[in-house]
């Protein structure tokens, strides 16, 4: 392996067999790089297969030619690996759980809100369908009605018509046409609203990721260049070299002395300042956690509602309704003679009306068509759990990954490294 690093960091191949020997390496670089952006390309960014191929081979031909040619570009496309373990890497991965949310979760609270609406739609629909046939039952109450109190009075004073003036609507297929068109207009609604909304966050995670990528590259070019031109830029390790240098010149105490301002990049030690970036980045995961236990949250409540809906829709008895009607028709005796002498009045009973009409609201029913809820997928709660797993484990890798990037930049350059080994030699003499 360390012969396979050492052919792979050289800036030139010393002859045919270290020539090919690198050329094998970044023909499997670019294989595995190549499968792995196809499938970023088209499961997390929902690209088109076809797409996903073309751009996935010609990006593998390209980082064939950059890495097999370009000295530098190999040293940059080295420390973009364990640049992942950065806040560039966080930003991608941040990406990915937002676009396994949107697509995955998402879908599930809006088709748990339908159920919703197609059990609000079967209760109306039903409870109207049963307030029309109780208007039936109202002109039934009223025919009888009105021919009992014709016959109750005298043919001399017999009103002209007994029957009450009831109107009843008879086209109901009209209000089940306008309740079929009203929730054909919310569902459609709806689903523009959700491809609107997965639309956009597929544009917007495309646009991000493509830009993460790119400030990914940027980032460790970056880094390379202040390596190479600034000798003060992250430079502060008690490495092997500056240990020979040091034991050499017979000035070992300069790093005891040195200790703590100075870490060992092999060791596990952090320094205060890398200490408390961790904890504030460990602190904008925690918010991002929180956001995604929000949507999450949503979506559980959105399925606990509709299946409650459901259940509850199902269990609904019809209500009984009855309706009551006494009546009682008298006729006086000369009225207005007893009341002047003071003599209580008898009356006549002509007819006597009691009857007792039944009726049934039905709210629910068998045939209406309603979608059973979705409960969230336990899968997709398991992949943003290792995610962020992984997120929480990048924050405190993070300071290692960047002690990394510096030994693969010396690994590289190792001329330049010498230059910066002296150069902190220097600086520790003239302190002490």
């Not at 460990?282 to 509602?305: D, I, K, P, Y």
């Amino acid at each position: 392996l360390a012969d396979l690093w050492w052919i792979y960091s050289k800036p030139v191949p010393a002859d045919s067999r270290e020539l090919w020997t690198l050329f094998l390496q970044c023909s499997c670089i670019t294989a595995v790089i190549g499968g792995l952006f196809y499938n970023w390309m088209f499961a997390s960014l929902e690209y088109s297969w076809h797409l996903s191929v073309a751009m996935a081979i010609s990006f593998s031909l390209l980082l064939l030619l950059t890495l097999f040619l370009v000295h530098p570009a190999r040293c940059v496309f080295s420390m973009i690996m364990p640049t992942l373990g950065t806040k560039q890497g966080r930003k991608l991965l941040f990406s990915t759980c937002i676009m396994i949310a949107v697509v995955n979760i998402t879908p599930n609270i809006i088709s748990n809100i339908k159920t919703i609406l197609q059990v609000i739609q079967c209760i109306c629909k039903n409870s109207s369908d049963s307030l029309l046939n109780s208007t039936a039952l109202l002109k039934k109450v009223s025919l009888e009605f009105g021919d009992a109190v014709q016959e109750a009075t005298h043919s001399i004073h017999k009103p002209m018509n007994g029957h009450f003036r009831f109107s009843l609507f008879q086209n109901s297929s009209l209000i089940y046409q306008k309740m079929h068109l009203a929730g054909e207009k919310i569902s459609r609604e709806f689903l523009s609203v959700e491809e609107l909304v997965k639309d956009s966050v597929r544009v917007a995670n495309r646009l991000a990721a493509g830009f993460f990528m790119l400030y990914l590259c940027f980032e460790s070019t970056w880094y390379l260049k202040n390596y190479l031109t600034n000798l003060h830029f992250d430079n502060f390790y008690i490495t092997k070299k500056l240990e020979r240098l040091a034991m050499d010149r017979r000035a070992a105490h300069l790093l005891v002395g040195s200790s703590k301002k100075l870490i060992r990049p092999t060791g596990l030690k952090l320094s205060r300042e890398e200490v408390v970036l961790c904890l504030v980045q460990a602190m904008l995961v925690t918010v991002a956690l929180l956001l995604m236990l929000v949507v999450v949250a949503m979506e559980h409540f959105a399925f606990s509602v509709a299946d409650t809906a459901v259940r509850k829709a199902a269990q609904f008895s019809a209500v009984p309704v009855t309706l009551s009607i006494k009546y009682k028709a008298e006729i006086g005796i000369l009225p207005f003679l007893l009341k002047i002498l003071c003599r209580p009045s008898e009356a006549l009973l002509l007819r006597d009306f009691n009857r007792t009409y039944h009726h049934q609201l039905i709210f629910s029913s068998a045939r209406c068509r309603i979608s059973p809820p979705t409960p969230p997928n336990p899968s997709v709660l398991l992949v943003l759990g290792l995610l962020f797993c992984i997120l929480y484990s990048t924050v405190f890798l993070e300071t290692y990954a960047r002690r990394l990037c510096r030994g693969i930049a010396a690994s590289f350059f190792q001329s330049c490294e010498e230059k910066r080994v002296l150069h902190l030699y220097r600086k520790l003499a003239s302190r002490h």
